[in-house]
């Protein structure tokens, strides 16, 4: 059962990871697995080969916390072949509800992640900011077109996988600014197995770098770290406002023409500019529901808190 929560956790990030301005680093925070992945996935260094010759292949595994890896791991990709398509789909003609539902779901994940910082002071309050900051000048760019090369996706693949392993940054917006995110998407839908392999490398890579950079953060200085990561987020809700109006267009690798540019408009300038409905009531309950989910994810974390669900029974050697 433990296993199947855990698989169903990955599966969540998964999903967020595909869309967009959505962090799946978020997801991990709010179902209290972000520290165990980290530490887990730190632990695949080269200190692994001693712990083969010692323990052998099953305790190395064991070691790395390879059960709860491969569970994460294995939601994650299923979420991404399975949901891309419905998500692209509803990203298109459902576009308000869509983006009203990870609206709520970032904003209520922002109260949660505050409420975990044991003290404020003027530093952490200027953390908090220059997070918020940093997020929304991100969001602020213009996304450049780099050219479709194996190098380049395994460049932005290192770079994007950085960005979801990061609760309010996301990793498929940095594919977007990059220009890759409609490529690494399509070869996603179409299982191209040579971009795909690429795309895997270069997160591999990233991941094995920059999740030791980002644990020692949050062991040696927590909650300063997570005061600016929940800036971050804070700052990333600019992006997934539901009501825009597109400024430019963009022609995406399939030849659809799809927004480069837009700005946020309220509801009402939203039906006076573009001359279609608000569906205020549709995205008022989306917003709801992505409230109410991450609230039920708190409950349950706050249920398994005393358990060791997720957490590894490792060494202390690393």
Not at 84 to 113: C, D, R
Not at 191 to 205: E, H, K, N, P, S
């Amino acid at each position: 059962m433990k296993y199947l929560l855990t698989y169903l956790k990955g599966m969540a990030m998964g999903a967020a990871d595909v869309v967009p301005g959505v962090s799946g680093g978020t997801i991990a925070f709010i179902t209290g697995i972000l520290d165990t992945l980290l530490d887990s996935i730190r632990r695949i260094n080269p200190s692994l080969i001693k712990v083969v010759r010692e323990q052998g292949v099953k305790g190395a595994f064991n070691h790395i916390n390879g059960p709860f890896l491969v569970c994460v791991f294995g939601g994650i990709l299923t979420s991404i072949f399975s949901l891309s398509k419905l998500i692209s789909y509803l990203l298109i003609n459902h576009p308000i509800p869509v983006w009203s539902f990870f609206f709520g779901l970032i904003l209520i994940s922002v109260v949660h992640m505050l409420k975990q910082v044991k003290s404020f002071s003027v530093i952490r309050i200027m953390l908090f900011a220059l997070g918020v900051l940093f997020a929304w000048g991100i969001t602020m760019l213009n996304p450049i077109s780099l050219e479709m090369t194996y190098l380049n996706i395994f460049i932005g693949g290192s770079i994007a996988i950085c960005a979801m392993l990061l609760p309010g940054i996301s990793g498929s917006f940095i594919l977007l600014l990059l220009g890759l995110y409609p490529p690494v998407l399509a070869a996603a839908k179409n299982f191209d197995i040579a971009v795909l392999a690429v795309f895997a490398t270069g997160c591999i890579f990233g991941l094995l770098t920059f999740s030791h950079l980002l644990s020692a953060l949050l062991r040696k200085f927590h909650d300063a770290t997570l005061i600016f990561l929940t800036g971050l987020m804070l700052g990333t809700l600019g992006k997934i406002w539901p009501w825009k109006e597109v400024i430019s267009w963009r022609e995406n690798s399939a030849g659809e023409q799809v927004p480069l540019l837009e700005q946020n408009l309220s509801p009402m300038h939203f039906e006076q500019v573009t001359g279609q409905a608000a569906h205020i009531s549709w995205a008022v309950a989306a917003l709801i529901a992505g409230i109410l989910l991450v609230w039920g994810m708190e409950k349950i974390a706050e249920c398994n808190a005393g358990s060791d669900t997720d957490k590894p029974k490792l060494n202390k050697e690393s």
